[in-house]
């Protein structure tokens, strides 16, 4: 593995400041009435059954919970999402229009305005546990500590999309004095199952803000005070005074490492820029944040809404949704295994007998559409408490360019991003990865992980010297 070196010096082209907005405030939880909530989809709740659910990742048992978004929301116009098949003859009219709907609401200046009130039924989040079998079977080692990982994907991806290189990670690491207590794996709201839970709830904008905003909520009012145990579906809100304790002390219980993807970097890192107390290391991987100063030259090189908008979402069969995404070099590159998982966990079976994404083009695309929290976040990168520990884990095919070449290949410029906040930070880069670390290189990743959390908090940091 290589890196990004520590520059001796760093310049950056003058750039008017964005003014970065704080968090809004998250309400505290409220009592959800029996009758609002909704069940798993079949096939997550399915997945959590024994034996398969212990067989998943080796050492773990898989369970699947739901617990609310952050309150109040980003306002905006909600409903059903807007769906364009190939068989509607006006199908290029209603995706120019859908996509000029997007642009038109991308105004980076505007306010942000929220809901007043908490919602009847709120929007739900989908998160995976992971735990390790050796808390159900009353195994403990106090003087070791109790890790717990959390794990935010890209856009247009699914909570799912991690476990092959978790599972690489607990293969290499598994001799080393580590066992990681719990990992949870989190689907955006409009993402995997959180998306079919929220159907016809989804907004037309996607506040950034909103994502890292739930990753908090998450922290300070679901995540149990200790690791293992049995949970219901549904979680509950953990006491009002174990989360007073967390918003001032942090945890008492848990070591926390955070890791995201792209879109999940810029919001872990938002989270951990408001409430730094909550996390011990961030870990962003191939984040989606860059200078202020690059803002226009990204957004001529960037995918275009419309091809967003207009991809195809559904198929006959999971074999002809495979076939036809093998042809496709965005996911021929892949490791097979997370394509297979794409395939299995980021579609479900509609109700007319079709295999459909549970995100549509369109709820993608609003992502996209959002490009200024990842701004703010690359100006607000010096503020991070030094007591969090960052590392960076970035693509192997961006290299230390000059400022005229910084866009040759649409990237933005990593080497300045990897030290804009140079105490208690590192860096590594994957070899043969680009921007989908996660998907195309997964094993390399794994170790890269279990490098990182074992060389830190194992009994025997040896790993380190053996990669």
């Known amino acids: 593995m290589f890196s990004y070196p520590k520059p001796t010096q760093i310049t950056y082209p003058p750039f008017e400041s964005l003014n970065p907005r704080p968090l ?11 009758h609002v909530r909704v069940a798993l989809p079949r096939a997550a709740a399915q997945r959590t059954q024994a034996p398969y659910s212990e067989r998943v990742i080796p050492g773990y048992t898989l369970s699947t919970h739901v617990f609310p978004a952050a309150s109040p929301r980003s306002k905006c116009d909600t409903g059903p999402t807007p769906l364009f098949p190939f068989s509607d003859p006006n199908r290029k009219s209603k995706v120019t229009a859908a996509t000029e709907q997007l642009a038109a609401l991308r105004d980076v200046n505007a306010e942000v305005v929220y809901e007043e009130d908490w919602p009847e039924q709120p929007l739900w989040m989908v998160v995976n546990r992971f735990t390790s079998q050796r808390l159900f079977q009353g195994y403990s080692e106090p003087k070791q500590p109790r890790v ?17 290189a978790i599972k690489a990670a607990v293969f290499s690491s598994k001799e080393f004095g580590l066992t990681v207590d719990e990992m949870w794996f989190f689907d955006s709201v409009n993402h995997g199952d959180s998306a079919l839970l929220n159907e016809g709830r989804l907004g037309t904008i996607f506040n950034w803000q909103d994502n ?9 009012h679901y995540l149990p005070q200790s690791p293992g145990g049995i949970l ?13 304790h967390r918003a001032t002390r942090g945890f008492s219980h848990r070591i926390l490492v955070a890791c995201g993807h792209s879109l999940g970097g810029v919001s872990t890192c938002r989270a951990a820029l408001h ?29 275009p809404l419309v091809a967003t908008v207009s991809r195809r979402v559904d198929w006959a069969s999971r074999e002809e949704a495979m076939r036809s995404l093998l042809q496709l070099s965005f ?77 040759k290949d649409i990237f933005w410029r990593r080497e300045l ?43 025997n940091n040896a790993f380190i010297s053996k990669l």
């Open 232 to 244: 219901p579906v549904y979680l509950e809100p953990i006491s009002t005074s174990e989360s007073t």
């Open 148 to 164: 717990t990982m959390t794990f935010m994907h890209a856009n247009g991806f699914h909570k799912e999309t991690w476990e092959e």
């Open 212 to 220: 890292a905003r739930d990753l908090l909520n998450f922290l300070l």
């Open 331 to 407: 996911f021929n590159k892949w490791d097979r295994k997370v394509l297979e998982a794409y395939v299995d966990h980021a579609m479900f079976d509609d109700d007319e007998g079709r295999i459909r994404l549970k995100t549509s083009g369109y709820q993608e695309a609003a992502v996209f559409a959002e490009r200024r929290v990842a701004r703010e976040v690359w100006e607000l990168l010096p503020q991070m408490d030094e007591r969090v520990e960052l590392h960076w884990i970035m693509s192997g095919m961006s290299g230390v360019g000059e400022e005229e070449d910084m866009l």
């Open 417 to 459: 991003t990897v030290w804009r906040r140079p105490v208690n930070a590192s860096n590594i880069r994957m070899k043969g990865s680009g921007h989908l670390i996660v998907q195309t290189v997964p094993h390399s990743l794994g170790v890269g992980l279990a490098a990182y959390v074992t060389g830190k908090y194992a009994k």
């Open 24 to 34: 809004h405030a998250i309400s505290p939880p409220k009592a959800i009435p029996d």
């Open 275 to 303: 409430m730094p107390q909550l996390f011990s290391d961030v870990l962003p991987i191939d984040p989606v944040i860059y200078a202020p100063f690059l803002h226009d030259a990204i957004a001529a090189a960037s995918l």
